[in-house]
């Protein structure tokens, strides 16, 4: 290799156990990168399975699948070696003594190990018609460069002693304000280590995680030198020893917007869907509609109103539809008078649920964050629907996102004025997100609620985990310890 070392970066967009396409999507990059002179390749952890394959990596014809790709891979590959990861069986020397792993059978079968023997995510050196696994944290040497490798999310500079460059296959999905965190944690790892970094990353959304690409190359000095596109497929070849300095990352701003964006258009098209059909009736209807336009087009997004609001659809120039229902809501006055209102909201939801199905399309709840949590909603009314993207934000994201996108659609909020933060989304967010008890919490000298706005999210919260429990799937933007679907109870009777 030269002085210089060319490495190339592949940042893909893998879909799970996808293997002729994430294949495809490799090959496609490694040449691209070959064709700019790159010595050394490498590609995301998750490059060639996709991201959260879950119970799949129990299975033996997922490994036998694996294998395979990995080795088709190698036979594409030319003098220039490559270095992803993928799934392989775990060591059984691995595993405590009293784990019956069998160490003589001739090929580890997924489905037969005991609890505890499976499956690791771990880097693999790949060179022509070769595939070598590598452990993770081990040091390869390439013509004279020691590489580090591996496929953590977090590392002690201690482990690389000997090694001339680090690179790390991330696994972790993006939240907000994660891109500032991972450079701070790659600066100050460079320069403690004293060697460039290269941290790479896959694109996508699974599972309701967002995976933004981004991936960087820190110098011995802490400066980032390269940045890959975020939440884009990108192939590139950059120089580690480089002293450019890269263009600075996406604002907050438009890391979430495109957070968003990727997120809906992945679960649309991965879920077989044609497009979206939403209700322009409800609060946060504006913002949803011109989240969806930015990301499938104005021809793949539906707006349905019974109550004839469409302002939204006529600024978005996104069709409209209006479905007459009140007969139905007629009737529902007669059939539970004393339960109108909920039955109401049942009836349409049910009715433009069955629209958008019969039409292939994904009807979208609008519920925030904080409607989650404290259950302000009618089940199976406002909650009705495939798919809530916007189910992980409080108020405060929402309004940035409107202010972002008021730039584009200059007609469609409105006069924007800065929201005061709801009490209840900063209790929320102390409780649900920070795991903090309601005791801790109001024993805390900085707490400015009272006692009875404390326990009465509380008390909410707890009433409502059941009722979470039914909600559609929502895109996880913000980073929360608390999963929007699992009771809170246990921690909060307190």
């Known amino acids: 290799m030269s002085e210089k070392l060319k490495i190339g970066i592949i940042q893909n967009a893998p879909l ?24 050394l390749v490498v590609a995301p952890a998750t490059a060639l399975c996709g991201a959260e394959p879950l119970d799949l990596i129990e299975r033996q014809s997922f490994m036998q699948q694996t294998e395979a790709a990995l080795n088709a891979l ?49 880097p693999y ?35 690389t002693e000997g090694a001339s460059v680090i690179v790390h296959l991330r696994t972790a999905p993006w939240h907000a304000g994660a891109q500032a965190e991972d450079e701070d944690d790659g600066t100050w790892e460079a320069r403690t280590a004293g060697i460039p970094v290269i941290s ?94 930015e990301a499938l087009g104005r021809s793949n997004v539906v ?13 978005l120039k996104i069709s409209c539809h209006k479905p007459d229902i009140a007969p139905l809501l007629a009737a529902a006055e007669k059939v539970l008078p004393d339960a109108a209102e909920d039955f109401r909201k049942r009836i349409t939801a049910t009715a433009l649920y069955s629209f958008a199905e019969s039409r292939g399309l994904m009807f979208l709840s609008p519920l925030s964050r904080r409607e989650f949590m404290l259950g302000s909603y009618t089940q199976y009314g406002e909650s009705c629907g495939h798919f809530a993207p916007l189910g ?46 309601a005791s801790a919490l109001l024993h805390s000298h900085t707490c400015p609620f009272s006692e009875n706005e404390v326990r009465l999210v509380q008390r909410k919260l707890i009433a409502s985990a059941l009722k979470r429990t039914q909600m559609p799937p929502v895109l996880h933007a913000d980073r929360v310890t608390e999963r929007i679907d699992l009771p809170v109870a246990h921690r909060m009777n307190d």
């Not at 160490?103 to 489905?111: G, I, L, M, T, Y």
């Open 16 to 39: 799970t156990a996808d293997f002729p396409n994430n294949l495809r999507q490799i090959v496609q990059g490694y040449r691209e990168c070959l064709d700019h002179g790159a010595e």
């Open 74 to 122: 190698s036979r594409e590959l030319g003098e220039v070696p490559l270095i992803l990861g993928a799934w392989a069986p775990q060591p059984d020397d691995l595993f405590d003594n009293d784990l019956d792993c069998e160490k003589d059978a001739p090929e580890p079968r997924v489905n037969d190990a005991p609890d505890g023997c499976g499956t690791i995510l771990t």
């Open 125 to 159: 050196l790949l060179e022509n018609n070769d595939v070598t696994e590598l452990e993770n944290g081990e040091i390869i040497d390439l013509d004279g460069v020691q590489i580090y490798t591996d496929t953590k999310n977090a590392l002690s500079p201690d482990d």
């Open 200 to 293: 790479v990353r896959h694109v996508g959304s699974t599972h309701g995680n967002i995976y933004a690409g981004g991936s960087a190359v820190y110098s011995a000095a802490g400066r980032v030198t390269a940045r890959l596109p975020m939440f884009e497929p990108a192939a590139r070849v950059v120089d580690v020893y480089s002293t450019r300095t890269a263009k600075a990352r996406p604002t907050e701003e438009e890391q979430l917007c495109s957070a968003l964006e990727l997120g809906i258009r992945d679960t649309v098209r991965n879920n077989g869907f044609s497009g979206v059909c939403l209700s322009l009736d409800t609060p946060n209807a504006a913002l949803l509609a011109a989240l969806c336009t």
């Open 303 to 315: 707006g349905v109103t019974t109550q004839n609001n469409t302002q939204i659809a006529e600024a």
């Open 392 to 437: 992980n934000l409080y108020e405060i994201d929402l309004h940035m996102l409107r202010v972002y996108l008021s730039e584009k659609y200059a007609t469609l909020f409105g006069v924007l004025s800065e929201p005061a933060i709801p009490a209840t989304d900063r209790i929320i967010h102390e409780l649900a997100d920070r795991n903090l008890s």
